[in-house]
């Protein structure tokens, strides 16, 4: 009964989303326990906002760690969910283009999740810009959701669904995904 719940949910959510949710099925046909994490506990972490006034900056830093995980699917997904929520759209083209410096706190977001993963020497400058303009929950938010983003992508790698990012759909255009910013 349970595993029939989850595929339901996990049905709506890929019609929702227009998403290919085979990994999750496949999750949770191999074992239910798994499966229930997969679609109540992770989302816990995975989905922290953190301030409303952040919210760009929480988006970016997903997008820019879920192109880092290189998964097409996961990276259409999360642009779709970041205009749901009122990120706009030409903020997130211009990450996908590789112009986040551009992309205003939607590159904010992106600029500090790809630090983050690199730990590169701006992540200091970032996670304080961040701080400075929005405060520390939106510091934790941002790195949430740096970390989070790649969960998806290297879980789907390691049961063998991922795929390759090389283009995204922002509203209806098209646009070639430059991994690097």
């Known amino acids: 009964m349970i595993k029939f719940l989850l595929n339901l949910a996990i049905q709506s959510f890929a019609t929702r989303y227009s998403y290919d949710a085979a990994y999750m099925q496949h999750v949770t046909k191999t074992s239910a326990s798994a499966g229930l994490r997969l679609a109540i506990a992770l989302p816990l972490f995975t989905q922290y906002n953190g301030p409303k006034a952040a919210l760009e900056v929480r ?61 590169a020497a701006d992540l200091d400058d970032l996670r304080q810009e961040i701080a400075l303009r929005f405060g520390e929950v939106a510091v934790t938010a941002a790195a949430c959701a740096a970390s989070s983003g790649r969960i998806y992508p290297v879980l789907k790698r390691g049961l063998g669904f991922a795929k390759t990012c090389s283009q995204v759909n922002v509203g209806h255009d098209t646009i070639k995904v430059q991994l690097r910013t």
């Open 59 to 119: 988006w970016g830093a997903q997008l820019g760690s879920t192109l880092d995980g290189d998964c097409g699917p996961c990276a259409q997904l999360v642009t779709n969910m970041a205009l749901e929520a009122g990120v706009p759209a030409d903020m997130l083209t211009l990450c996908l283009q590789g112009q986040a410096a551009s992309a205003g706190n939607v590159g904010l977001g992106f600029r500090f999740a790809q630090a983050a993963i690199a730990d």
